[in-house]
Nanobody
Framework: QVQLVESGGGLVQAGGSLRLSCAAS????????MGWFRQAPGKEREFVAA????????YYADSVKGRFTISRDNAKNTLYLQMNSLKPEDTAVYSC??????????????????????WGQGTQVTVSS
């Protein structure tokens, strides 16, 4: 099993920045791709960003492209999401997810929550106008 714990959420003014972290523990050697998803009150969960094991491949939702950056440090078993130029519509609970390997496949399916096997509890991000 793999456990994921997010941190770094909080309240920030529009235009500000936050950096989310997701610490993985347990059978971390089994993890392949990782991703961030978010869910606002009354809305469906939506894809934010995903990254391959090596970090060489990424996907971003159009709504965050150019403002958010996903990265990972496999030596520290940690996933990051740097969020800049935050907008009120970015307000949501942000959750990280991990795909169980082994796998060498990378594709658009990494934008789907069904691809991921492990999920964190989430961290609240609130952007005030």
């Amino acid at each position: 099993q793999v456990q994921l714990v997010e941190s770094g959420g909080g309240l920030v003014q529009a235009g500000g920045s936050l950096r989310l972290s997701c610490a993985a523990s347990g059978r971390t050697f089994s993890i392949y791709a990782m991703g961030w998803f978010r869910q606002a009150p009354g809305k469906e969960r939506e894809f934010v960003a995903a990254i391959s094991w090596s970090g060489g491949n990424t996907y971003y939702a159009d709504s965050v492209k150019g403002r958010f950056t996903i990265s990972r440090d496999n030596a520290k078993n940690t996933l990051y999401l740097q969020m800049n130029s935050l907008k009120p519509e970015d307000t949501a609970v942000y959750s990280c997810a991990a795909e169980r390997g082994p796998s060498t496949a990378w594709g658009p399916f990494h934008q789907s929550p069904e691809t991921y096997d492990y999920w964190g509890q989430g961290t609240q991000v609130t952007v005030s106008s």
